[in-house]
């Protein structure tokens, strides 16, 4: 079993910037890559980020690419987000996944079915 838990989200002017951080606990976390979702009121959920286990990999959905970073620090079994330059339209939950074992990223890493363990998700909220 894994638990993920995020953290870091709140309200923020646009052009402003968030950090969110998603930390891990129980099953072996730097086995496996990880990836940022979203999902605004009334929308399906949708990808934004993913990093590989080794962080050497990233994969940016185009709407988030040169705004918002994906890293891991292993040692501490935490993936973080930092997102800046922050619109209105990024104003969503957002929920860190892990695809447990699997050490690279997928082809389809930006498939919410890929994934198997799930956190709660934080809000983001951007005012104009």
């Known amino acids: 079993q894994m638990q993920l838990i995020e953290s870091g989200g709140g309200l923020v002017q646009a052009g402003g910037s968030l950090r969110l951080s998603c930390a891990a606990s129980g099953r072996t976390f730097s086995d496996s890559a990880v990836g940022w979702f979203r999902q605004a009121p009334g929308k399906e959920r949708e990808f934004v980020a993913a990093?590989?286990?080794?962080?050497?990999?990233?994969y940016y959905a185009d709407s988030v690419k040169g705004r918002f970073t994906i890293s891991r620090d292993n040692a501490k079994n935490t993936v973080y987000l930092q997102m800046n330059s922050l619109k209105p339209e990024d104003t969503a939950v957002y929920y860190c996944?892990?695809?447990?074992?699997?050490?690279?990223?997928?082809?389809?890493?930006?498939?919410?079915?890929?994934?198997?363990?799930w956190g709660q998700g934080t809000q983001v909220t951007v005012s104009s």
């Open positions: 990093i590989s286990g080794s962080g050497y990999s990233t």
């Open positions: 996944a892990a695809d447990s074992g699997n050490y690279y990223l997928r082809p389809g890493a930006h498939y919410a079915y890929e994934y198997d363990y």
